[in-house]
């Protein structure tokens, strides 16, 4: 049961290149999240989808796409990589719009150079 | 907004010893508060989940409980052990994005 997978698991990027971080689930929930993770800032919901095909923004959402073709997948993708995003970022999912338990990815440590 | 604080920032404590982390926030317009556990460099693994008309919750060692109407939850953990030394995160889902939003959380040291 592989739950929520995060790929890469570090990734350093130079400023503005564009990369695209992966979220695979395979527990066919519908709601799936992005977070960034930052010292002294918590997590924080960058996107967010309710379902395959419908995406919405979150607290934090500049610098950041998502799109949603299927129930299993929620990429990240950054445009043009900035230093301020250096981070942790966390694929989430969860049964129910997120009234359920949510499961999280092993996250992705972020460096932007 | 919604902000959830979790007092205190850090804890040590001999091994054997009964626990309690404090979260709280500021709107008890809450669907469910879940409580976390984050080992270093690792992602999150949910210990327990409370929705809004419950007030507690028991996994083993672990309890948690919920009063929406003061803004605040509890975990309690019994016999602490090296083992659960890790930094445990509260957070509450609300609003029309269902998001959730995350205390700092606390770093427990449990000492041998």
């Known amino acids: 049961n592989a739950g929520v997978t995060q790929t890469p698991k570090f990734q350093v990027l130079k400023t503005g290149q564009s990369m695209t971080l992966q979220c695979a689930q395979d527990?066919?929930?519908?709601?799936m999240s992005w977070y960034r993770q930052d010292p002294g800032m918590g997590l924080r919901l960058i996107h967010y989808?309710?379902?395959?095909?419908?995406?919405d923004q979150g607290e934090v959402p500049n610098g950041y796409n998502v799109s949603r073709s299927t129930t299993e997948d929620f990429p990240l993708r950054l445009l043009s990589a900035a230093p301020s995003q250096t981070s942790v970022y966390f694929c989430?999912?969860?049964?129910?719009?997120?009234?359920?338990?949510?499961?999280f990815g092993q996250g992705t440590r972020l460096t932007v150079v | 907004k919604q902000e959830v604080t979790q007092i205190p920032a850090a804890l040590s404590v001999p091994e054997g010893e009964n626990l309690v982390l404090n979260c709280s926030f500021t709107?008890?317009?809450?669907?469910?508060l879940q409580w976390f556990r984050q080992d270093p460099g690792k992602g999150l693994t949910s210990l327990l989940l409370?929705?809004?008309?419950?007030r507690e919750q028991t996994s083993g060692r672990l309890n948690a409980s919920l009063d929406k109407s003061s803004g605040r939850s509890t975990l309690y953990i019994a016999a602490s052990q090296p083992g659960d030394s890790a930094t445990y995160l509260c957070?509450?889902?609300?609003?029309?994005?269902?998001?959730?939003?995350f205390g700092s959380g606390t770093q427990l040291t449990v000492l041998p």
């Open positions: 527990m066919n929930h519908e709601y």
């Open positions: 709107d008890s317009a809450i669907y469910n």
């Open positions: 989808s309710v379902g395959a095909g419908i995406t």
């Open positions: 989430a999912s969860s049964y129910n719009q997120g009234q359920t338990e949510a499961f």
């Open positions: 409370i929705q809004s008309s419950q």
């Open positions: 957070a509450v889902l609300s609003g029309s994005a269902r998001q959730l939003t």
